[in-house]
């Protein structure tokens, strides 16, 4: 088993930073990649960006290129997301997870999930 537990949501205006931290626990060995994803009220759940735990590979997705930041501490087993020049539609509950994905992007690739945290951006 692997626990996931996010922190670093919060209140921001548009224009601001945030900086998510997701700490990891258990069987880490067991996953390869750490993801985060987003999920808006009504809409689905979307990827984020995602880096994995060797070799340090990063994927973003187009709407936070440029502006979101994944980063990663081995030796903490701490992952991070930093956001800057955050927008109104960038509000959503940020999950981090973690497994074996073949496809870093698709959700049903990640076996452990934290419970999330709140990103509201006002504007």
């Known amino acids: 088993q692997v626990q996931l537990v996010e922190s670093g949501g919060g209140l921001v205006q548009a224009g601001g930073s945030l900086r998510l931290s997701c700490a990891a626990s258990?069987?880490?060995?067991?996953?390869?990649?750490m993801g985060w994803f987003r999920q808006a009220p009504g809409k689905e759940r979307e990827f984020v960006a995602a880096?994995?735990?060797?070799?340090?590979?990063?994927y973003y997705a187009d709407s936070v290129k440029g502006r979101f930041t994944i980063s990663r501490d081995n030796a903490k087993n701490m992952v991070y997301l930093q956001m800057t020049s955050l927008k109104p539609e960038d509000t959503a509950v940020y999950y981090c997870?973690?497994?074996?994905?073949?496809?870093?992007?698709?959700?049903?690739?990640?076996?452990?999930w934290g419970q999330g945290t709140q990103v509201t951006v006002s504007s």
């Open positions: 997870a973690t497994g074996a994905p073949i496809y870093v992007g698709v959700s049903s690739g990640y076996k452990y």
């Open positions: 258990g069987r880490t060995f067991s996953t390869s990649v």
């Open positions: 880096i994995r735990w060797s070799g340090g590979s990063i």
